[in-house]
């Protein structure tokens, strides 16, 4: 069926470098995606979003790449801090539910 | 500003025992409300949405339910817990338009049925 898949389960940076979290989906009809940040035993907070009418999407630290043609959802976060580790999920919008995926765990090393 | 609680935070029941998570939401009025579910290491699952009091749709059979008594109240249950319902059970709401924009999650309440 249609999923939302991640590409890496783990990510390990070194402080100040950037990262890069990516996903594929699979339902083309999918026309908005959301990143979430999970830190460990609260709820997912919201990063940023993006609608399929966009390709990019930049916030404060963090841009959503959208490429449509492969399916393919990114999201970089420039000069990565301590602060930054956590699970990241991205999700999609497929018709009467917001799917996850499984989550990357990304390690900001000192 | 919005805020949404949830409680207990952790819960731990024996199997059969009944289950009652509860949820409210401040600071917004008839929002859309969810429960999902987050097995250890795994993503997100959705249970249940709410468009309004007395609305309910499910998207998972299993011997869970939900109910929304009140606009801003949105409350898990089940009649006898099963080993399989361990797990961290999130609550969310989201403003007009079910699933077409952001969620805004509670800390959380995570189960372990013994």
């Known amino acids: 069926g249609e999923s939302v898949g991640l590409h890496l389960p783990t990510l390990s940076v070194q402080e100040g470098d950037n990262s890069i979290i990516n996903c594929a989906y699979s339902?083309?009809?999918?026309?908005?995606f959301i990143w979430y940040k999970q830190e460990s035993g609260k709820g997912p907070q919201f990063i940023i979003d993006?609608?399929?009418?966009?390709d990019k999407r930049q916030g404060q630290r963090v841009t959503v790449l959208l490429n449509k043609t492969v399916k393919h959802l990114s999201l970089q976060i420039a000069a990565t801090q301590p602060g930054d580790s956590a699970v990241y999920f991205c999700?999609?919008?497929?018709?009467?539910?917001?799917?996850f995926g499984a989550g990357t765990r990304l390690t900001v090393k000192p | 500003s919005q805020t949404i609680h949830q409680w207990p935070a952790t819960l731990v029941q024996p199997v059969g025992s009944p289950l009652s998570l509860e949820c409210t939401v401040e600071?917004?009025?008839?929002?859309?409300l969810y429960w999902y579910r987050q097995a250890a290491g795994r993503g997100l699952q959705l249970l249940f949405y709410?468009?309004?009091?007395?609305?309910i749709s499910s998207e998972v059979p299993q011997n869970l339910s939900a109910s929304r008594p009140q606009d801003r109240q949105f409350i898990l249950s089940s009649k006898k817990l099963l080993l399989s319902d361990s797990g961290f059970y999130l609550c969310?709401?989201?403003?007009?338009?079910?699933?077409?924009?952001?969620?805004?999650f509670g800390e959380g309440s995570r189960l372990t049925v013994l």
């Open positions: 600071g917004t009025s008839n929002p859309n």
């Open positions: 339902n083309s009809a999918s026309d908005y």
């Open positions: 969310a709401w989201g403003g007009a338009g079910v699933f077409t924009g952001e969620l805004f």
């Open positions: 993006i609608r399929s009418n966009m």
């Open positions: 709410s468009v309004g009091i007395g609305q």
């Open positions: 999700a999609e919008n497929a018709g009467n539910d917001m799917r």
